[in-house]
């Protein structure tokens, strides 16, 4: 008797210790299960993940829509802190351009002469002004995008290309503004009677703009790439684009350009038939060479590439460098 009661006692007390190992074992394993779940749902609750971009080429525009607001407060921002605390404000717009084309039309129309094609001097230079001024200026300051904003983009995360993009847009707004003078200006010769004609071409005005935009902004962006590098470059930009005035038909027409090897190199610049063909659209004078327009394009559109690349490259580790 005394030895099968401690069999019995035996038995019960290895079953118990198994009985406990195996719940200890669906205890821990039901924890796993659930600390795994709670993970896939914190995952599946994430709603942007950040990470170092690989491909060259991503410009990601759902992510440029998601920052859609922070790119009209940069408009905001680039459009009003231009003329801020001025008398005259957002006049200055309309004024710069103004007395630019008065200046011009006085030394270049009036001292040297030169031709306007039989078109009025202060109509036909504010036409070459409002969309070199344009240009320029927005070259310049996206050629600053990195310089400028370090300590913004050293502190807080959003895709760096809103920047650029924002400023291309403020100088529109800036550029619609001028419009209205050449409007007004416009409709001043007509009322006199001068001979000026709308073309059909004029329909192209919103692509002619386009090319405009993109390619200030794309050559923008590659000269801030590298100039957190060579910084020597920031001292360039404004003396070569004093210099690139020269060789752009701003202050005179294509036709007026008597030698072949000069004509050459003025076509190679690809605002020229930008120009020439807004001119001959809202003027009648000059003429539309699709092919010249051609290049213009293919040249923007491969400027904005290699603008895109660079950029997207240099934001990775900029903030290293500069």
């Known amino acids: 008797m005394g030895r099968n009661r401690l069999k019995v006692i035996t ?12 719940i200890d074992q669906g205890h821990k394993s039901g924890l796993k299960n659930t600390h795994v779940a709670m993970s896939e749902r914190k995952e599946q609750n994430w709603s942007l993940t950040i990470s170092s971009k690989t491909n060259l080429f991503d410009l990601n525009l759902k992510e440029l829509w998601r920052y859609k607001d922070l790119i009209y407060m940069f408009i905001i921002r680039d459009f009003a802190s231009v003329y801020k605390q001025t008398i005259l404000g957002p006049l200055w717009y309309i004024i710069q351009p103004m007395l630019t084309t008065i200046i011009y039309a006085i030394v270049f129309g009036g001292l040297t002469k030169m031709s306007t094609e039989g078109q009025p001097k202060i109509l036909f230079y504010m036409t070459g002004i409002l969309f070199w001024s344009y240009f320029s200026n927005n070259l310049i300051k996206n050629s600053d995008t990195f310089l400028i904003n370090t300590g913004l983009f050293g502190k807080v995360y959003f895709p760096r290309l809103t920047v650029p993009i924002a400023t291309t847009i403020s100088g529109l707004l800036a550029l619609g503004f001028q419009m209205i003078l050449l409007v007004v200006v416009y409709l001043y010769y007509l009322y006199q009677g001068v001979d000026i004609k709308i073309k059909p071409s004029f329909i192209l005005f919103p692509y002619l703009l386009f090319l405009v935009c993109m390619l200030s902004m794309s050559l923008g962006m590659i000269i801030a790439s590298l100039t ?76 904005l590439v290699v603008g895109v690349v660079i950029f997207n490259r240099t934001e990775k580790s900029f903030i290293d460098t500069i």
């Open 228 to 303: 957190t590098k060579y910084r020597d470059l920031k001292h360039l930009v404004t003396f070569g684009v004093q210099l690139a005035l020269w060789v752009t038909p701003v202050l005179y027409p294509l036709s007026g350009v008597t030698s072949p090897r000069l004509l050459k190199i003025i076509q190679l610049n690809p605002l020229s038939a930008v120009l020439e063909t807004f001119r001959y659209s809202i003027l009648g004078t000059g003429a539309l060479h699709w092919g010249a327009l051609a290049y213009s394009s293919v040249f923007t559109i491969s400027t």
């Open 11 to 22: 038995r019960r007390f290895l079953f118990s210790i198994f009985a406990r190992v195996l």
